[in-house]
């Protein structure tokens, strides 16, 4: 199970967030969102957190030169691609990304993931019309296809009291948190970054140890 904070705003909350054991922080160049960051910022938060943390920059349909111009700027391990992105605008930047799919009620998901070949994984995230993500809405977990053969990220609502169900409900390869560990728009709280990430973490144990029993 590995554990992404998005919405990364600043370097305390990336260190409150690696400290606590997070495994992938998000950064996001979406102008509309409370969470955005410059290329500066974002670089100045790459610079001061471990280098074994895995930074993601979140983009919603950018022009592609201003992915490439943040690329340049800011050492990321993986794109993820919050828009209506299509595969061969994902392909284009020769980089790991993961794709995002809104979960709207008539999207069928395994259909969805088809064209994207070289993901390297499928982040879940629940649909509300007109708004690209970060709604702190939940989907039905049950949605979550079961060995796909694709990595999964489930996202969308989720927070440290619900963390753990959700992980029982939809088995994720790893889940995604931005919202629900804010203490106010775009910045974290400290207490709850670790209670979510300690919540993530107890749950894969439970169920490892009931696969292992059954
Ligand atoms: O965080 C944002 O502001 C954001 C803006 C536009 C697209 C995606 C965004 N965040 C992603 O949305 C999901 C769910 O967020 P939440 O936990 O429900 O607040 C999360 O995966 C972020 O990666």
Redesign the pocket.
């Known amino acids: 199970m590995r554990v992404?904070i998005?919405?990364i705003t600043c370097v305390e909350d990336a260190e409150v967030a690696v400290q606590a054991g997070a495994d992938a922080l998000?950064l996001?160049f979406?102008p509309?969102?409370?969470?955005?960051v410059s290329p500066e910022q974002a670089a100045e938060i790459a610079r001061a957190v471990s280098p074994f943390a895995v930074l993601?920059g979140?983009f919603?349909d950018a022009h592609p030169d201003q992915v490439e111009q943040v690329v340049q700027q800011v050492p990321l391990n993986l794109l993820?691609f919050?828009?209506a992105e299509t595969a061969l605008y994902c392909r284009q930047f020769r980089r790991p990304y993961i794709k995002?799919l809104r979960m709207k009620p008539d999207l069928d998901p395994l259909e969805a993931m088809a064209p994207y070949v070289d993901a390297r994984g499928f982040?879940l995230?629940?649909y509300r019309p007109g708004?690209?993500?970060?709604?702190?809405?939940?989907f039905d977990w049950q949605r979550v296809p079961r060995s796909s053969g694709r990595s999964i990220?489930l996202?969308?609502?989720?927070?440290p009291d619900n963390v753990a169900e959700a992980i029982r409900a939809a088995r994720p390869d790893a889940v995604?948190?931005?919202?629900?560990?804010?203490a106010s728009p775009g910045r974290k709280d400290p207490h709850k970054v670790r209670a979510f990430i300690h919540a993530a973490r107890s749950a894969c144990e439970q169920n490892l140890q009931k696969e292992f029993e059954q």
């Open positions: 992404k998005c919405g998000g996001v979406y509309p969102s409370p969470r955005n993601t979140l919603v993820q919050h828009g995002a982040l995230d629940a708004v690209p993500g970060g709604t702190g809405d939940t990220v996202a969308g609502g989720l927070n995604d948190v931005s919202g629900g560990v804010e």
